[in-house]
């Protein structure tokens, strides 16, 4: 989960200054978990298909406290190879749009008998 530059891509040339991430995890196989700290550091279990299950955590005020720079204005789930890198092949962006909460009202009619 992140706030990310136009041109985040590592295979682009970006620079890690343009992917500012409030939750990250890891997809590795099951015998490197070990090696980042397991599920406590992060890692998440790449299955031999390529599929992987993780949670995170969306909290909106806590990324923009975090990304401050103007080029950061892209709120996403994004997916790209680790360790520096560069595998286009792995570079995914699933953009999240926030919205103010509207006020919901209930009403409640009485009818007499």
């Known amino acids: 989960m992140g706030k990310f530059a136009d041109v985040w891509q590592p295979s682009k040339g970006a620079g890690s200054s343009t992917r500012v991430n409030s939750s990250q995890k890891w997809a590795v196989s099951a015998a490197d978990m070990g090696a980042i700290g397991g599920a406590g550091g992060g890692a ?3 299955r031999p298909d390529g ?3 993780a949670e995170l955590t969306v909290d909106k005020a806590a990324l923009d406290a975090k990304a401050t720079a103007e080029s950061l ?3 996403g789930i994004y997916t ?3 360790s520096g890198a560069s595998v286009a092949a ?3 962006a699933t953009p999240i749009t926030f919205t103010r909460r509207s006020a919901w009202r209930s009403s409640s009619r009485s ?3």
């Open 44 to 46: 998440v279990e790449l």
């Open 51 to 53: 599929s992987f299950t």
């Open 73 to 75: 204005r892209n709120y």
């Open 80 to 82: 790209y190879a680790g």
């Open 90 to 92: 792995y570079e995914t």
């Open 111 to 113: 009818r007499a008998a």
